[in-house]
């Protein structure tokens, strides 16, 4: 009970010097628009990417449902998080490219790399994706021996 307390106290010291940080480095007028700002990331995961995630789940899990989708569908998931993780990390980058006041903090063409990344992303899913499409089925194999073995058709019976 005392560690539990001492991590406590630690992790409330913590946020409070972070709090008082945060506090001495932005001006008034930024400390009102932080709220706001927070609010609005807030309202888009809330309005956006949680039901566009759900969505696009929803409807890799219904197509996985198919004859041997189950196969192929780790692949889809797969490719289809890397591409919004990299989205989601490239969207500032994306937004500021060329604004503020010094130009040259981000000087390369991140919508251009941006897109080629997310090109070898797709290329690498569909390659994994036709690769697990076009292996046999583990059960099919597994089955066919069994009825093999049962028939009396191995081991010399």
């Known amino acids: 009970m005392k560690t539990r307390g001492a991590i406590a106290a630690f992790g409330i010291g913590f946020g409070l010097w972070g709090l008082w940080l945060l506090l001495q480095a932005l001006e008034p007028p930024q400390l ?18 949680v039901p566009t995630t ?22 889809v998931r797969t490719t289809l998080l890397y591409v919004g993780i990299t989205t989601l990390i490239a969207i500032p980058l994306l937004l500021r490219q060329g604004k503020g006041a010094n130009p040259t903090i981000l000087p390369r063409n991140y919508l251009r790399d941006w897109l080629l990344l ?25 089955t066919f021996n069994r009825s093999r073995a049962s028939s009396g058709d191995i081991g010399g019976r």
């Open 118 to 142: 997310e090109a070898t992303i797709i290329v690498v899913g569909l390659l994994v994706f036709a690769l697990q499409r076009s292996r046999p089925s583990f059960n099919k194999l597994r």
């Open 54 to 75: 759900v969505t696009i789940g929803w409807l890799v899990t219904r197509w996985s449902i198919g004859p041997d989708n189950h196969r192929t569908v780790s692949a």
């Open 32 to 49: 009102i628009r932080l709220p706001i700002w927070l609010g609005g990331a807030v309202l888009a995961d809330d309005f956006f990417l």
